[in-house]
């Protein structure tokens, strides 16, 4: 069994916090277990919890059509979220949910071990870029040794807003050559730098 699988086991084992008691399905993550490209939502919404599967509604498809402006396919990426299962009414997931999930993603990072994680929204941004806003910091790329962080609007914020959605598919325009750039970085011995 692929590590990616036995990681699943646990994660669809687990009961942690209080959102197990609310969900049909678990939400883990999908995508190769050696992805260069990581993103990395909020939390599964109705369609996901229903289906098992990470960005499947509305929201899910739009990010398909983003990663189409730069010849990508989903299953290219590797997609998941900060908590995986669905908040009842799809709130905000709470502190204490995202801290009993972390470890979930933390691994997922440590086996994927993409080139660039791309956060998709405020709760996964927060994660990475303490402290930033969203508005100040989407579309900005930090280096963190030699991987790459890179902060994008939720797309479904940006589905309804004309301007917002503008934002963001300049914003996924970006990725090719922050790329490059982790490629560059990952031939080269371990840098610690921020930009
Ligand atoms: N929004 C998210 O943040 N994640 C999903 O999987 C779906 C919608």
């Given amino acids: 069994m692929s590590k990616l699988s036995e990681l699943y086991r646990e994660i669809e084992a687990c009961r942690d916090c209080p959102l197990a008691e609310h969900r049909t399905r678990v939400v883990p993550g999908e995508g190769p277990e050696d992805a260069e490209l990581m993103f990395i939502g909020e939390a599964p919404g109705f369609h996901e919890d229903q289906q098992g599967r990470p960005f499947v509604g509305p929201a899910g498809h739009f990010l398909e059509e983003l990663l189409s402006l730069i010849g990508l396919r989903r299953d290219e990426v590797y997609i998941c979220n900060v908590v995986k299962c669905r908040p009842p009414g799809n709130r905000d997931p709470m502190p204490k949910e995202v801290k009993a999930c972390r470890k979930w993603l933390e691994r997922q990072i440590e086996i994927i071990?993409?080139?660039v994680i791309v956060t998709l929204g405020r709760h996964s941004m927060a994660m990475f870029f303490p402290g930033e806003s969203i508005g100040?910091?989407?579309g900005?790329?930090?280096k963190v040794g030699n991987r790459i962080?890179?902060?994008m609007y939720h797309?479904?914020?940006a589905l309804h807003?004309?301007?917002l959605r503008r934002t963001i598919e300049a914003d996924i325009q970006k990725?090719?050559?922050l790329l490059a750039e982790a490629e560059k970085l990952q031939s080269q011995p371990q840098q610690l730098s921020m930009f």
């Fill in 161 to 163: 807003q004309q301007k």
């Fill in 175 to 177: 990725l090719p050559s």
């Fill in 113 to 115: 071990d993409p080139r």
């Fill in 140 to 142: 900005t790329a930090r």
């Fill in 149 to 151: 962080y890179f902060a």
């Fill in 136 to 138: 100040k910091a989407h």
């Fill in 155 to 157: 797309p479904a914020a």
